[in-house]
Nanobody, 125 residues
Framework: QVQLVESGGGLVQAGGSLRLSCAAS????????MGWYRQAPGKQRELVAS???????NYADSVKGRVTISRDNAKNTVYLQMDSLKPEDTAVYYC???????????????????WGQGTQVTVSS
């Protein structure tokens, strides 16, 4: 069983900063990629940033220059440092991970995409 546990959301004033964390645990053989998505009320979930196992990063145009994604491979953790936050950044932020996991019941490895429960980020004007 795999779990993604997010933390670090909250309420912040415009121009402020937040750091989100997401720790993956369970029968993880390897992490292929991790990323952060967000979903604002009435809108579709969208990619904020992602990072591959080799460290390559990708950012949404709306957050470039204000957001940095990083990972600690030893801790199976991905971070999202968000600076110069704007009210339009308000959303529920979800952690996503593409993982290769070991299934002990059938003694095989499977690749799957996993999601965290989400953490609320609210930016006041």
């Amino acid at each position: 069983q795999v779990q993604l546990v997010e933390s670090g959301g909250g309420l912040v004033q415009a121009g402020g900063s937040l750091r989100l964390s997401c720790a993956a645990s369970g029968s993880i053989f390897s992490i292929l990629a991790m990323g952060w998505y967000r979903q604002a009320p009435g809108k579709q979930r969208e990619l904020v940033a992602s990072i591959t196992s080799s460290g390559s990063t990708n950012y949404a145009d709306s957050v470039k220059g204000r957001v940095t994604i990083s990972r600690d491979n030893a801790k199976n953790t991905v971070y999202l440092q968000m600076d110069s936050l704007k009210p339009e950044d308000t959303a529920v932020y979800y952690c996503n991970a593409d993982l290769r996991v070991y299934n002990a019941n059938i003694r095989t490895y499977n690749v799957g995409s996993y999601w965290g429960q989400g953490t609320q980020v609210t930016v006041s004007s």
